[in-house]
């Protein structure tokens, strides 16, 4: 039987007496419905519209940029051009931003938008991490009105959860390196300020700072998810910032506190010293969780080094820790490929979730954070692994200790890896890399990036989100070996990212595939790309008389602090 609506005469008799006795039918079930007829479209729409935006990929701009952005500048060009192809690029991003989200903590290119991260006025995130290396690369009236903004508009005292670690390495970092570059006052005021709000972070029954901050009504805010977890990496990467500003102010609650943390570390970590990547802020003991040298584990590492070079080789506790966690990284976790010998960092993965056991399996996955490790390890080698004060550039092997000389090689072994990893459609590495650990493999490329395939639905480790981890360790590698193939290196990533992440309506953008072309890009513009990536990229194209490396040490954000002999002493030593 055919079942249709028939309104007009001219349909036939029977289908219109059907058709009656199904909107009888109907009208009777609807008179029966519990809610009002339009609640269940408007809630199916509704459903709808939440399982499209969890599930579905995101709208991205899809740009074909092989037509109208080829780096256009040959390889045999000089030195000085590439710098101002830096600048350059740096301009493009930060005109954008400045256009279109001045004061905003974070800048969306593609739809042109700023964010702030609180529900409060934005704290200078994208402003003061940018400042420093806008006045590096001399750019005066753009200095002058980011100062501006800092000096008139820039207000600490905002309500909401602010990341004590990203505050600290971004905002506190960013003012004390400008401070420290231009002498300017205005910087050191608002770093105080800053600091005496992040400070009660600390107020926990271990010492180890909460992951939020309020910093309006100065307090620490602890994690929504898990109250008494925090980072590793978190709460051991602030003390380069506040050690420095304790030195300046000699107000020493700022050096004693995010020492003490040090401390509580030490007395935690495990037989091979390394750390897991979260530990309880009550207890300060550590909770099973992977032990990585990527997210939430990379900058503990990091600054045992830094914090070691900062007060001039002075405090040998850091001098330890760095050594003994080196070696348990060369026991525990450097990895060879079976085909290519390309030196990784793998991870370890508990065996047991929440047993407490610390007892791990081996993970091939490495993500693009630990290329921060190549540059850190050489640095390690000639300053912690030297046998004489200077050594020369590049290293000869008798300036070098034993383990110096191991973790030189490490570092430039896995530096190699980190360029492999751009071994990509775009030239651009992704954020997790996976290694093959089978010796037969037929495949070309002995890692992968899990879940995805060229071409097809890109997965999260598969973006390029403007990281600076590799230009990083280059920068470093170049200034210790003076080996141009860094600089070449370097140059290579920097036309990658012209070619691919860069708008041409201004900004630059997450590219979603690194080996998929024509590209799509996410909307956002990564803080650390202003602060980091190209802050890196310039240096590798300056003198190494500009911030050299024996009276300079760089947070984790890429801000330049001076080398110093304390004036306070230390509480945590041998
Ligand atoms: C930066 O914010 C810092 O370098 C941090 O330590 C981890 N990495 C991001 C950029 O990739």
């Known amino acids: 039987m055919r079942i249709r609506f028939a309104f007009n005469g001219e349909d036939d008799p029977h289908e219109f007496r059907t058709s009656r006795s199904l909107r009888v039918r109907l009208r009777r079930r609807l008179s029966r419905l519990k809610y009002p007829i339009w609640v269940y479209p408007v809630v199916t729409l509704g459903l709808g519209w939440c399982l499209y935006y969890m599930f579905w990929p995101q709208p991205a701009l899809h740009y074909d940029h092989e037509e109208d952005s080829k780096p256009g500048i ?6 000085v051009e590439k710098r101002e192809a830096v600048v350059a690029a740096f301009k493009h991003a930060w005109a954008a931003y400045e256009r279109d989200a001045m004061g905003f903590d974070e800048y969306h290119p593609i739809s042109k938008k700023g964010e702030n991260l609180a529900h409060s006025d934005g704290i200078g995130y994208t402003v003061v991490d940018a400042i420093d290396t806008i006045h590096l690369m001399g750019l005066e009236p753009e200095y002058q009105r980011a100062r501006s903004w800092i000096d008139k508009k820039l207000n600490f005292d905002q309500p909401g959860e602010f990341s004590t670690f990203e505050t600290s390495i971004r905002v506190l970092g960013g003012l004390l390196s400008t401070y420290y570059l231009t002498s300017d ?26 992951p939020s901050v309020d910093l309006k009504n100065r ?39 995010s020492e003490h943390v040090m401390s509580v570390i030490d007395k935690a970590k495990l037989p091979h010293n390394l750390v897991p990547i979260y530990i309880s802020a009550s207890q300060g003991t550590f909770k099973e969780s992977e032990i990585r040298l990527g997210s939430r584990g990379d900058s503990y590492y990091e600054y045992l080094l830094k914090q070691y070079l900062q007060t001039a080789k002075t405090e040998s506790i850091y001098r330890k820790m760095y050594m003994d966690s080196m070696q348990g990284i060369h026991d525990e976790l450097v990895q060879m490929t079976p085909t290519r010998n390309m030196t990784y960092i793998a991870e370890l993965v508990p065996k ?13 996955k490495q993500d693009h954070l630990v290329c921060f490790l190549a540059g850190s390890l050489m640095l390690g080698a000639t300053t912690v692994g030297a046998v004489r004060k200077t050594v020369s550039v590049p290293p000869q092997l008798h300036e070098l200790s034993a383990q110096g000389r191991r973790d030189w090689q490490t570092g430039v072994n896995l530096l190699e890896t980190c360029m492999y990893t751009h071994e990509t459609a775009t030239g651009l590495a992704p954020e997790i890399a996976m290694f093959r650990t089978d010796k037969d493999t037929t495949e070309t490329r002995d890692w992968y990036i899990k879940n995805s395939r060229p071409g ?92 050299p490396l024996q009276d300079t040490v760089f947070n984790t954000e890429a801000h330049p602090l001076p080398v110093f002999a304390p004036t306070i002493k230390p509480r945590f030593a041998i």
Request: charged share 25%.
């Open 74 to 79: 040959s390889p045999e060009i000089a030195d």
């Open 185 to 210: 006052r205005l910087f050191l005021t608002r770093a105080v300020d800053l600091a005496d709000r992040l400070i009660t972070a600390f107020d926990t029954e271990s010492g180890l700072p909460l």
């Open 219 to 257: 307090k620490g805010v602890a994690d929504k998810y898990a109250v008494d977890r925090v980072s590793t990496a978190e709460a051991a990467t602030l003390q380069l910032e506040f050690r420095y500003l304790a030195e300046l102010t000699k107000n020493d609650t700022y050096w004693y506190k």
């Open 352 to 364: 047991n979730w929440f047993s407490g056991d610390h007892d791990y399996t081996l993970q091939h």
């Open 456 to 547: 097809g639905p890109s997965s999260y480790d598969a973006r390029y989100m403007l990281r600076p981890e590799t230009v990083e360790s280059l920068f470093i590698a170049w200034r210790l070996t003076g080996d141009i193939r860094y600089r070449d290196y370097a140059w290579g990533i920097f036309t990658s990212i012209e070619r691919y992440a860069k708008l041409p309506g201004g900004g630059y953008a997450t590219v979603l595939d690194v080996d998929t072309v024509p590209v799509s890009l996410d909307d956002k513009q990564e803080t650390f790309f202003l602060s980091e990536t190209l802050k890196y990229l310039y240096l590798i194209f300056c003198e190494s008389s500009v911030l």
